[in-house]
């Protein structure tokens, strides 16, 4: 099974950019769909981004489209969230998932990450 950390995490001004990674190891990344969720102080995880094993199709929460975009370099064993208009609603922990598919309704992965802090300030 695939293992996974992330990286990448920080504290920037509102309208910054932050890019994330996860780099897989143990198992087969290429395989798998990736994904990114986040969860806030006192809220649920949510789903952010999830992306192919190919590369295409992705998906994207609502409040994230047009600013955040995921990738991946399956020769690097490595996906990426490249997250620009940072907001501070944006501020949460954020998770690598690997696993689920992103062509059903809802990207439900069953790997994850411990997760990297990102914080955005007024």
């Known amino acids: 099974q695939v293992q996974l950390v992330e990286s990448g995490g920080g504290l920037v001004q509102a309208g910054g950019s932050l890019r994330l990674s996860c780099a897989a190891s143990?198992?087969?990344?290429?395989?798998?769909?990736m994904g990114w969720f986040r969860q806030a102080p006192g809220k649920e995880r949510e789903f952010v981004a999830a992306?192919?094993?190919?590369?295409?199709?992705?998906r994207y929460a609502d409040s994230v489209k047009g600013r955040f975009t995921i990738s991946r370099d399956n020769a690097k064993n490595t996906v990426y969230l490249q997250m620009n208009s940072l907001k501070p609603e944006d501020t949460a922990v954020y998770y690598c998932?690997?696993?689920?598919?992103?062509?059903?309704?809802?990207?439900?992965?069953?790997?994850w990450g411990q997760g990297t802090q990102v914080t955005v300030s007024s």
């Open positions: 998932a690997a696993g689920g598919s992103v062509y059903r309704t809802d990207y439900i992965p069953n790997i």
């Open positions: 143990g198992g087969t990344f290429s395989s798998y769909a």
């Open positions: 992306i192919s094993w190919g590369g295409t199709p992705t």
